[in-house]
């Protein structure tokens, strides 16, 4: 998805001459007979009404207190973000034509036209608006007593969006509540107006917040350079050299790949199928055996992963406990991590599509712990995209990060222990392009290093931290759809 400029370039002409809360003019009229001049949604309904974002009814009403539907959220939404308004479709519901825009927006991640009528609750909304605005749900603490969505607590720190604070001294969301038209207006206007940027760093289509709690990154480019065969070294202290494998890769001499200057080797064990159509079966690999076997056998340092796609925790300890069974004749030999690997694949078609980065990262928590309670050391497998839009890396900091990216010099905000640099390494003893590792600590009864490396300091041993988040509830249907839009909503 494009990031859209309109939202960020308005705010920036209006940010001389305009804060995020809007002013009433002195002296000045409604333009509804039942918004009151000294009312607190004033001054953002009565800017979008001299804008021609919202009218009235045909009395000359704007009924602030009455619910806002799903159709009438898409179109305010698309309107603040810069969207053009799209053309109607006859002979359907009036905001038909919104449902594809709100999808290639991210605004919802799936819709029936039966819904258009309905009512999206504060929470529907708010996770509409934080898409909107290019923003994750992986943000911090909740401000809310009531609701501990990352959605919506970006848009508290953002001032888009602040709740009530009751008598009581706690402040509340209502995240179940309908949102009403003066409470809709005041988000739009903000959407429109605030800039929402500042001390944020760009990923892609996202806009980010460096994670708090989280250590950033100390290689420096300068540390890595190319051996005489053309692998990526560090000279910036230890490591060790490795591969990751598959059954993909059939038939592998481990005596040759030992004697090519690797040091250890991840080997798969299974993996969940992933397509949304599929089973999601838990499916083990047939060369995991033979794979270990031979690896252990010429005297290399072996650990193993398994191919998550858990989207419940429960699915992620189902996905733990099978690995587990399958490496514990191993259990000796197993000198480096066992790897959770969730990775996104499939796009739309991925069973995981849409499905809250809190939520994942629960799951990736509940593998890792799984296997730190079995007596293995744990590790998380993550890309740019996982590591930055799909985990919350706050709540995973207590076991050790293994990331990938296909580079000469990896660029990544964040600390990492074990870099995937290259998907096609030549080894031997291995007939086809391979998955290139660099490991930057020791771990506990490992042997092989190179013989020009530091020794170790010691083995990993970072704070714990532990994930928090909730589900995301469904939408809300209601009955006749309406096939022109209600009076309130310019055309």
């Given at each position: ?26 002296g ?20 979008l ?21 799903w ?19 006859p ?34 909304v708010?996770?509409m ?5 290019d ?49 809709i207006?005041?988000?739009v ?16 289509n ?9 250590p ?14 053309g ?100 259990r000796q030999?197993?000198t ?35 296997v ?5 050391q ?36 964040y ?11 030549k ?30 300091q ?15 509830p ?18």
């Amino acid at each position: 998805m494009k990031k859209r400029v309109a939202v960020l370039a308005l705010a920036v002409l209006l940010a001389a001459s305009s804060s995020t809360t809007a002013m009433a003019t002195p002296g000045q009229m409604s333009p509804f007979v039942d918004l009151a001049v000294d009312h607190w949604s004033y001054p953002y309904v009565s800017e979008l009404y001299a804008q021609g974002v919202v009218g009235g009814d045909p009395e000359g009403t704007f009924r602030g207190t009455d619910p806002v539907t799903w159709g009438e959220t898409f179109k305010l939404i698309l309107l603040a973000i810069g969207e053009e308004t799209p053309e109607r479709v006859p002979d359907t519901h009036w905001a038909y034509c919104y449902i594809q825009p709100a999808l290639d927006n991210r605004l919802v991640y799936s819709f029936d036209e039966t819904y258009l009528d309905g009512i999206p609750t504060r929470l529907d909304v708010a996770r509409m608006a934080a898409r909107a605005l290019d923003l994750t749900d992986i943000s911090g603490d909740s401000p809310y007593v009531d609701c501990n969505d990352g959605y919506v607590v970006e848009l508290y720190e953002k001032g888009i969006m602040e709740g009530v604070l009751e008598a009581d001294g706690n402040r509340y969301f209502y995240p179940d509540q309908p949102i009403v038209r003066e409470e809709i207006a005041t988000v739009v206007w903000r959407l429109m107006n605030a800039e929402y940027t500042g001390g944020m760093f760009r990923f892609n289509n996202y806009w980010l917040d460096l994670l708090e709690g989280v250590p950033l990154t100390s290689f420096r480019d300068e540390q890595f350079a190319k051996d005489e065969l053309g692998r990526v070294v560090y000279t910036g202290g230890y490591y060790t050299r490795g591969i990751d494998v598959s059954g993909h890769k059939q038939e592998i001499d481990w005596n040759a790949v030992a004697a090519d200057k690797i040091d250890f080797a991840i080997i798969r064990a299974g993996n969940r199928l992933y397509g949304k159509d599929s089973s999601g079966a838990v499916c083990e690999d047939s060369w995991f055996d033979r794979n270990m076997q031979g690896a252990i056998a010429a005297g290399m340092d072996v650990g193993a992963y398994f191919f998550s796609n858990a989207i419940t925790v429960e699915e992620a300890i189902e996905e733990a406990d099978f690995f587990l069974a399958k490496l514990e004749p191993y259990r000796q030999y197993i000198t480096y991590p066992v790897v959770c690997d969730w990775e996104f694949l499939g796009g739309k078609n991925s069973r995981a599509y849409g499905v809250d980065a809190k939520i994942i990262t629960q799951c990736v928590a509940a593998f890792c712990q799984r296997v730190e309670d079995a007596g293995y050391q744990p590790m998380f497998y993550c890309n740019d995209y996982c590591g930055y839009v799909k985990f919350d890396l706050s709540k995973l900091t207590r076991w050790p990060c293994w990331y990938a990216e296909y580079a000469d010099t990896p660029d990544f905000r964040y600390d990492f222990q074990m870099w995937q640099f290259s998907s096609k390494g030549k080894v031997a003893g291995i007939s086809s392009d391979v998955d290139m590792n660099l490991c930057f600590i020791p771990f506990e009864g490992a042997n092989r290093r190179p013989p020009d490396a530091p020794l170790p300091q010691g083995p990993w041993t970072p704070p714990a931290s532990q994930p928090t988040t909730e589900p995301e509830p469904g939408a809300s249907q209601t009955a006749e759809p309406q096939n022109t839009p209600p009076a309130w909503l310019q055309p």
